[in-house]
Each structure stands twice: as structure tokens, then as C-alpha cells.
């Protein structure tokens, strides 16, 4: 008995062993190749593994070979249009691998299912994003050089770790730096002392350009001392001191859970339903934007993100005309994403979700709480009193935002996707952060300085702009699509119009790219409208959405700026191409460093028909930034944004049936 026994356990022993084997040995197959169900799904961390030990494998690279970029290499559109879940699908990585010995930059493409290089080609005379270690390698050149460390012990600094170093893409070159083709970087310099909040301390008429390929300084300039304010610019609760009166509490709050759905990285919502990723150069992008009508699910967009922005400086200073920031092509925007808190960033009734991206060396790594989703109440969606029969029919709005913030050194960013139960889809940016500061002697404001306007004493807030282009591929019913320039017009008065109030739309197609490039009218309400090429709508006309811009402004720098030939897709606020697959970024693939006329300028010079074609929207809204001193030491949020909004879609008000409550 006891030995049968003793087999029993054995037996059970073995089961066990095996069974845990088993659970074990699946749990690393797993881990390694995590379950993708969807080709717009974001790369796991696995995959990032797997593509770059792939380029280790088939190319050999220097120890100091850096990956700017590492991102789901966008599948054919074509083929995402069609799949349906448990089908097949292609899985590939896109990266940018920069040598910084040899001043090369590559672009590889992995196809992490076979774990194969499928392509490789050197992309000549271009310059990647900024990466971490150079502004490690920027900061360790300035300070070790004996002319700066002069400049500053000429302005009273002798404790050089006091100086805080930021490294900023070097803009406009000169002709010596277009020749030589080295990747350069600019240095600006502050006072940090016992601050932490340094910004308000610049230390101005110094410049130092840094060759990151040689680890030298390129050039080094001392146009003379200017003074720096001495002040304490911290903001926290214990250095402002005595405070506001705060109001009274206010919860936000959804007893019986939120109305969105999240499944894997699908949003459903009122209608709405969308897929979306982390891009470590765009930021948040939108995917397969549907609207399901109560008959049929329709597309609305096929892909929607930021494509590039450019801030540039309007002092022409030599030390201040470089700085024309294009943040998502020369910083990453997205790799800038910051962690969010809820009840502070987003509403505490909201959700917050993780990103998986790749640092400079190809390592995944996990950012927590970056992509913000939740709900909020916005007023009135509709309302009407009836006098005949004394009722209020009103309805509540609701809102599902998507937002993510991005800190680019001083300044601060929220990008917010707005989804409206009306069948509106809004974007809107916000402003935030401490303005770019340039030190003066004046602590009284005077008329010398045109450029800029004191807002504190010893600190100018230079005159800039901000540009920012989005992309928005466009599938209104389907790809087949035309978009048309409407124009509202006053007409003459004569017999038809004796009194001469008439108003008149005139809608004009745009047919070619070289057509569509556009601005905005006042004069005419002027608007586009992405149409169906052939469908009808249930009263014969094509179903629409239109662009329903918000404020904006001109682009400044005038004809023949440095700035706006580089910057093309600013001095336009309307450009219209038809979808090509490689064509994503407004400022061009590389503008670090970039020629002119790329991105945009390019991409028209086919000049190809728009009528019934796949088409992409390209929308650029901008903000002229004149500083004042309510926006020191950190500016309030400044929003600016733009509406699509369904014109012929939908046969009525896609609200209307809503219920007259939330329960």
C-alpha cells in the first residue's frame, strides 16, 4: 500500500513539474512574442528587441551608433483596410540608425515576423533628431572650453556647475555650416544659482555652436555683457508664498462607469470608434476614425496626427535668429511625452494609458500614464422652448477627449482629440509652460526694444509664432473622395438684390495639388469640404466633412526669410495632395538641418488630380505670441484648434433621438 502510494506521488510530482514546465516555458514564448491582434497595434517592447537585434545581426555598427527613431512601419493601407480579426497580417518596424563617426544616417525596415532586414539604404546629407547623449556631449564641450568658461567669469559666474546648458537644433546655417555638412547643435545658457526654476536667469550675448560629430566647438561668440535677473523665479507652493484662496471642492464623478469602450488599442463611443498609437515623432495618432449612424458603420478618417510644428523667434539678433524650432522632426515630440495625474492633468473620473517606446540604444522601456482618455460634460448639445406647448426640449453635451502633454524645455504642450455626440471631431492645443526669456538691462519698459516686451524687470519675452501642421488622411464614405473651397459672398445689389442683403455660397473644387493651396478669407468665411466622389446623401448631394478652422494667423518672417523657405508649410494654411504612403511630414522627413523647400513644397511638385482620388487634408493654424507680464513666471493655457464637422452626412441631427438624461 504505502508503495503504491509512494508511485502515486511520484506521478502527481511529475505532473506538476511538467504542468508548471509547460505554464513556464509559454510565459517566455509569450514574453518574447506578445499577442498582436491588429496591424496598427504599437510595437511591444519585444518588437523593438526583435528589430534591432535584427540591424545588429545583418549590418555592422559602431559602439556609438544611435537608433533617433524606432516606430511600426505604417502597413499598407489597402491591406488594413481589409483585414478582419484573425486574419493573417504583415508586422514590420521602421528605423533611423545614425553614425555619428561617419555623419551617416540609414533607414531600415524589419519585418519582425520572419526576423529578416527587408530593407536598408543610407539617406544622404540629412540629419535625425537630436538624441539624449548629445546634449550630454554638448554640455561637457561648452564647459571644457576655455573661451566660455572666460565669458563667464567676465560676467561674475566662477562656479561654472551653476550653469544649466540647453542644446537646441542649430535652425539657420550659415554658408561655411551648409558646407561642411557636420551635425551641429546651439548652446543657450542660464544662471541657475540656487533656483531650480533657472529660465528666468539667461545668460545672454554668448554663443557656442557644438560639433557633435567632433566633439568640438564649431564656433564661439562674445558680443558682451548684458545683465540677468538676480530674482527667485520658483513657482512651487513654498516659495510663492502666501497664496490664493481656493474654491470649493468639485468632484467629477460617473457612479456607473464610463460610456467608452477600450479594447486593446480600439476606442468605442457614442457612435464613434477609432484606433490609436504613441508615436515617438507625432505624438498621439488617431487611426480608422468610424461613425456608426444606427445603419451602417462609416469611415470618416483613415489616419490623423500631428505632422510637424515650427516656432520661430522674431528678434533678428544673431544669437536669437536661429532659433526656429521645428519640434516633432528635430526634437521627437513624441519621445517627449510626460507622465499625467489624474484629477490634475485630466479629470479624476478619467483613464490613464501606458506607451512602450525605444531610447537611442534600442531599448524598450515603458512610459506610464502618457495617453489620457475621459469624459466631460460641455453645456448645452441642443435646446429648443415650444410656446405653443410650454416645454423645454434641451439636451446635455457630452465629450470623450484623448490627450497627451509633451514639455519641450521650456515650453509645454497638451494635444487634445475631442470626439462630440454631434458627429464633430475637434482638435485642440494648448499652450502652456514659461516663455522663452531674454536677458536686459531695462526694468521699466521702453520703446527701444521692438522685438520683444518686458515682462519682468531684467526679462524680455521675445516676439515668436507657433505653427502647426496637421495631417489628415480623409476617407468621408470611402477613399474615393474631392475636396471642394466654399466661399461665402456678399452680392451686389441690383434687380435680383434690391435690397442688397443677399448671401450667396459658391463652392468650388480644387482639382490639382498646385490649386490647393490655400489661406484663409474672413471676408468670405472661406472653408473646405472633403466630399464623397460617389456617394449620395438621402437628399442627393455628396456627404461631407468640412474643416471648420479656429483662430489663426499669417506666417511673419516675409519673402525670402531663411525661415520660410525652410518652413514652406507654414505660409500656407490649406494644402491638399493626394495620399502617398511615404509622405507624412509636413516640414519633410529630416528637417534638422534640412534644405529648403522641402515636405509639402515637395510633395505638390507633381501637381496630380484630386478629383475622386484618395486625398490627404493638410491644415496649418498658427499663434502670434506678443508676451506680456501675466504670463511670467509660467504662461496660462492658450488653445488653439480647429473642427471637422459633418456637412451632409448625416440626414438630421445625429443627436437628436439622445436621451433627455444620463442615467
Not at 129 to 136: K, P, Q, T
Not at 189 to 195: A, I, L, N, S, T
Not at 246 to 270: A, D, M, T, Y
Not at 643 to 662: D, E, Q, T, Y
Request: hydrophobic share 40%.
Amino acid at each position: 500500500m504505502i508503495k503504491r502510494l509512494r508511485q502515486v506521488f511520484k506521478i502527481v510530482i511529475f505532473i506538476i513539474v511538467f504542468i508548471s514546465f509547460f505554464i513556464g516555458f509559454k510565459g517566455i514564448l509569450s514574453a518574447q512574442h506578445p499577442s498582436v491582434s491588429h496591424p496598427l497595434a504599437s510595437l511591444t517592447a519585444a518588437e523593438i528587441t526583435t528589430a534591432v537585434a535584427v540591424i545588429n545581426q545583418e549590418k555592422t555598427l559602431s559602439e556609438m551608433a544611435v537608433f533617433p527613431l524606432i516606430t511600426l512601419q505604417e502597413p499598407d493601407k489597402n491591406k488594413v483596410l481589409n483585414f478582419r480579426a484573425g486574419q493573417p497580417f504583415e508586422r514590420k518596424a521602421f528605423l533611423v540608425v545614425y553614425e555619428p563617426s561617419q555623419n551617416q544616417t540609414y533607414e531600415g525596415v524589419v519585418d519582425l515576423k520572419t526576423q529578416t532586414l527587408s530593407s536598408w539604404k543610407q539617406i544622404p546629407n540629412v540629419q535625425p533628431a537630436i538624441v539624449n547623449s548629445e546634449y550630454e556631449l554638448a554640455n561637457q564641450v561648452v564647459k571644457s572650453d576655455p573661451r566660455w568658461q572666460a565669458a563667464m567669469q567676465k560676467r561674475g559666474i566662477t562656479d561654472l556647475d551653476q550653469v544649466q546648458i540647453s542644446c537646441w537644433s542649430p535652425g539657420i546655417l550659415s554658408k561655411q555650416e551648409e558646407r561642411t555638412g557636420n551635425r551641429l547643435c546651439r548652446s543657450l545658457f542660464y544662471y541657475r544659482g540656487e533656483r531650480w526654476n533657472y529660465y528666468g536667469s539667461p545668460i545672454e550675448g554668448v554663443s557656442a555652436t557644438v560639433n557633435l560629430n567632433t566633439g568640438k566647438l564649431d564656433s564661439f561668440m562674445d558680443s558682451g555683457v548684458v545683465p540677468f535677473s538676480q530674482e527667485n523665479w520658483n513657482y512651487d507652493v513654498q516659495s510663492l508664498g502666501k497664496l490664493l484662496s481656493p474654491p470649493k471642492l468639485l468632484k467629477i464623478l460617473q457612479p456607473r462607469g464610463v460610456s467608452f469602450r477600450v479594447n486593446g488599442n480600439e476606442i468605442s463611443w457614442q457612435g464613434w470608434q477609432f484606433r490609436y498609437l504613441m508615436h515617438p515623432r507625432n505624438g498621439l495618432v488617431l487611426y480608422q476614425v468610424t461613425y456608426n449612424d444606427g445603419e451602417k458603420v462609416r469611415p470618416v478618417l483613415y489616419r490623423a496626427s500631428l505632422s510637424e510644428m515650427v516656432v520661430p523667434y522674431g528678434d533678428p539678433d544673431p544669437n536669437w535668429a536661429f532659433r526656429n524650432a521645428f519640434d516633432v522632426g528635430e526634437y521627437n515630440f513624441g519621445a517627449l511625452v510626460n507622465k499625467m495625474e489624474l484629477g490634475k492633468d485630466i479629470p479624476e473620473n478619467g483613464k490613464l494609458m501606458d506607451a512602450v517606446l525605444a531610447n537611442e540604444k534600442g531599448e524598450p522601456y515603458v512610459m506610464p500614464g502618457v495617453i489620457g482618455i475621459y469624459e466631460r460634460d460641455h453645456g448645452v448639445l441642443w435646446k429648443h422652448y415650444d410656446y405653443n406647448t410650454q416645454r423645454h426640449h434641451v439636451r446635455r453635451s457630452r465629450e470623450l477627449v484623448m490627450t497627451m502633454t509633451v514639455a519641450i524645455d521650456n515650453y509645454d504642450y497638451n494635444l487634445n482629440w475631442i470626439f462630440r455626440q454631434d458627429g464633430t471631431l475637434e482638435v485642440q492645443n494648448e499652450l502652456t509652460g514659461i516663455v522663452l526669456a531674454q536677458g536686459t538691462a531695462d526694468q521699466k519698459q521702453t520703446e527701444d526694444n521692438v522685438y520683444g516686451q518686458l515682462i519682468a524687470k531684467n526679462i524680455v519675452g521675445v516676439n515668436h509664432q507657433h505653427f502647426f501642421n496637421y495631417r489628415l488622411d480623409l476617407d468621408v464614405d470611402g477613399q474615393a473622395n474631392s475636396v471642394m473651397e466654399m466661399n461665402v459672398n456678399a452680392l451686389p445689389m441690383n434687380k435680383e438684390n434690391p435690397l442688397g442683403n443677399a448671401i450667396a455660397l459658391s463652392t468650388t473644387p480644387l482639382a490639382k495639388e498646385s490649386a490647393a493651396v490655400r489661406d484663409l478669407e474672413m471676408q468670405h468665411s472661406r472653408g473646405w469640404m472633403v466630399v464623397s466622389a460617389d456617394k449620395k446623401n438621402s437628399l442627393g448631394a455628396t456627404p461631407g466633412y468640412m474643416l471648420m478652422p479656429g483662430s489663426n494667423t499669417a506666417f511673419l518672417p516675409v519673402e525670402g526669410a531663411n525661415i520660410r523657405q525652410k518652413a514652406g508649410f507654414a505660409t500656407h494654411h490649406v494644402w491638399v495632395t493626394k495620399y502617398k504612403p511615404d509622405e507624412l511630414y509636413a516640414g519633410g522627413d529630416y528637417p534638422n538641418q534640412a534644405q529648403p523647400g522641402q515636405g509639402l513644397p515637395q510633395y505638390i511638385a507633381d501637381d496630380e488630380s484630386l478629383l475622386g482620388k484618395d486625398v490627404v487634408l493638410w491644415y496649418t493654424m498658427g499663434v502670434t505670441h506678443i508676451p506680456r507680464p501675466e504670463d511670467w513666471p509660467v504662461m496660462p493655457v492658450h488653445r488653439v484648434g480647429f473642427k471637422l464637422v459633418p456637412r451632409g452626412f448625416f440626414s438630421h441631427n445625429p443627436a437628436i433621438n439622445l436621451p433627455s438624461s444620463h442615467s
